[in-house]
């Protein structure tokens, strides 16, 4: 049975990489459900995903409709809740900004499920580099799924 009910995958502005994890390990079956959100630690107003990310997901059969990017609040951090960043930068500034951020629930998605590398920000990249993105997720989620249904 899987401590967590919750999964939140934090990036830094919440609208490609987070989107694209959310709709991945939503495509995915999970022993025990979990409700699974996507935010960003820079969210200045609500913006839809990242049209090149929503291509690649659509291109694979995922689609998150009327996607809009969030903020990262305090109520986000829950005894139940499993935060998976991006990159170790997000991970230390959820820490030390986030009175309610338990460092053991709050990991890099990668090293959580350990992967070497981090999940790269594609922004500003063509294409390509989304497809690139959403495959690395993709196995990352992969041995995360493995993980959540293993009850760790």
Known sequence: ????????????????????????????????????????????????MNQKAEAVLISNGINLNNFSSQQLTEEDLTEDTLVLTMEQVQMDKILEQYEHANPDNVHVLTTYVGDELEILDPYGGALPSYGLCYETLRKSIKKLVTKLNEGE
């Open 1 to 48: 049975m899987s401590k967590y009910n919750r999964i939140v995958f934090v990036g830094q502005s919440g609208t490609s990489r987070e989107p694209m994890a959310k709709g991945i390990l939503e495509d995915f079956s999970l022993n025990h459900p979990v409700e699974i959100y996507a935010r960003g630690l820079v969210v200045l107003f609500s913006e839809p």
